[in-house]
């Protein structure tokens, strides 16, 4: 298997608290693994997420996307789009709109959204058993099925990375074991790579490997 992310003594201090949320992690994800991140809260866990996702910049450190250096990644957002699905570990969604709207939210500043982004979405919200659910505003829907939108909007452009950020914290065991069988079914069939932080001891069940984050940096095994 080849690697699809490399970080090399990763550091993020952050201004405002004038404290370091990574210390030198150093990881290695190898492409179509299901990796699971624990470690107590305030760890650094979804600081790691963000800066995987271009979404945060490190302080130090080297990144490397399947081996090319992160820097030389211009366009986060286009990176981001193609190559990572992000469930947020506070969904958000917009409540007034509907599940369907909140998909297409990205694109929806676009003048038109084509129709194949449209029957790509429908079909993962079918795939999650959400298709009654489309045009149903997100405020009037249950936390198990908030949770089935993320996912379906974090497949829309079937990324080949899915970034979970405790997916399944605001759920109970039925739908958290619902939630861990469809990214497992997704690492199976398609061998979408999932970096997924979690509490839950299901984990285990479901990833190839856990890793442990303490104080910023990954605990040794
Ligand atoms: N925007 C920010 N500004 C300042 N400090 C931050 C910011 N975001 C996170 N931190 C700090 O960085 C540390 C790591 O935060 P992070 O959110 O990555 O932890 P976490 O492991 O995801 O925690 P949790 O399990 O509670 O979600 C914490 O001490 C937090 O207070
Ligand atoms: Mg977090």
Redesign the pocket.
């Known amino acids: 298997m080849n690697n699809i992310f490399r970080t090399v003594n990763l550091r993020?201090f952050?201004?405002?608290?004038k404290?370091?949320?990574?210390q030198d992690l150093s990881l290695t994800v190898k492409k179509g693994e299901f990796v699971g991140i624990k470690?107590?809260?305030?760890?650094?866990?979804?600081?790691?997420?963000?800066i995987l996702a271009g979404l945060?910049k490190p302080t130090s450190g080297e990144i490397y996307f399947k081996e090319q250096p992160f820097e030389g990644i211009k366009n986060k957002a286009l990176y981001r789009r193609h190559n990572i699905g992000f469930v947020f570990?506070d969904f958000y969604l917009y409540p007034n709109f509907t599940v369907l709207e909140n998909m297409l939210f990205p694109c929806m500043q676009r003048l038109f959204v084509p129709g194949s982004i449209i029957k790509n979405a429908e079909r993962h919200l079918e795939s999650l058993h959400m298709q009654d659910k489309r045009n149903a505003r997100v405020e009037s829907l249950s936390a198990g099925e908030r949770q089935r939108a993320c996912i379906a909007r974090a497949l829309l452009y079937e990324p080949e990375c899915i970034f979970a950020?405790?997916p399944t914290g605001n759920l109970d065991s039925q739908n958290a074991k619902n939630t861990l069988g469809l990214l497992k079914k997704l690492n199976d069939d398609y061998k979408t790579t999932i970096l997924l932080?979690t509490?839950d001891e299901m984990i285990s069940h479901y990833a190839h490997r856990i890793v442990h984050?303490i104080d910023?940096s990954l605990k040794k095994e």
Do not use: N
Request: glycine share 14%.
């Open positions: 993020k952050y201004e405002q608290t404290s370091f949320a990574l470690g107590p809260s305030g760890s650094g866990k979804s600081t790691l997420l963000y945060l570990q950020d405790e932080v509490h984050i910023g």
